[in-house]
């Protein structure tokens, strides 16, 4: 795999007109280091695979069965593995058996870097104008964030080249089976619904007294024109991160995904991350401060069609990038 090289700087003379030498400035010159090529298009059948599987749902086969592909991925990689199963209650009474999915390169590293995405997908399509009870396949809201992080995995495995830090992938279950938007539920003992997965593993880390320098959340990033903007709590939490990876993306000719302009908080992942787990991780996430989720947000239109392979490159290149300048 061919690696990429930025040169970043200029040395400039200046001279006196008499043509006698006046004045030396010199600039100096910042090198990034090395990192390898992002394939897109593995990236893309990553995505495919996933809905091949069917609904992502927690208790049905379309669950286990991607659970166990995602596992043996990763280790193939050269990855260690491990799970973290737990119980949780959903907004309408059940109790679901989730699994959280951890793959470590580099363990014994101290300085480390935290990506995540969630693997499991909506079991209604409230937002949608029919078939609202149904499932729907999660194209991009769960499966393009998995896409993206295992080509990573494998880029990393698959070559000499490797980032100078110990990188921890959490795949997190539960996270997209909040409350409808009509619906009211009791006042209980639980504020959220959502992020189930990230919830639990930010009070019961899958190692004691894990941290990790930063994270970065991948969430629904291979819409077709998909724009990211600067999340609320990202803003909040985890700014410097959020610059780094904002300008990183601008260094890469990603700037017509990367958008540099506000928008407000959401409930997501990195939320408990930040507040209980006390780990400064951003989101990235296709969300508009002027119109909110896209059209096809919890509808059937989240399926293969959506996806395209540029925003996977513009998000993968981005995060590979900057976890190789640590």
Known sequence: MKNRFWLLG????????SGEKAAETVVEEVVTKPYPTFNADSAYAFVAKQVAFGPRIPGTKGHSDTQDWMIAKLESYGWSVQTQEFQ???????TWDLTNVIASYNPQATKRVLLAAHWDTRRIADKDTERL??????????????GVLLEIARTIGSQELKPDVGIDIILFDGEDDGEPENTKVPNTSQDFWWCLGSQHWSKNKHTPNYSAYYGILVDMVGGKNAKFHREGYSRKYASGILSKVWSNASTLGFSDFFIQ????????????VNVNAG?????IIEFSPDFGFSHYHHTHQDNMELIDPRTLKAVGETVLFTVYQE
Not at 263 to 270: L, M, S, Y
Not at 279 to 283: C, H, K, L, R, T
């Open 261 to 272: 302009k506000d928008a407000p908080e959401i409930t997501d992942d990195h939320a408990f």
């Open 133 to 146: 009870d149904q499932p729907i396949d999660g194209a991009n809201d769960g499966a393009s964030g998995v």
């Open 279 to 283: 780990i400064p991780m951003i989101d």
């Open 10 to 17: 200029l040395l400039v003379f200046a001279w006196a007109c």
């Open 88 to 94: 949780a209650k959903t907004y309408d009474g059940l």
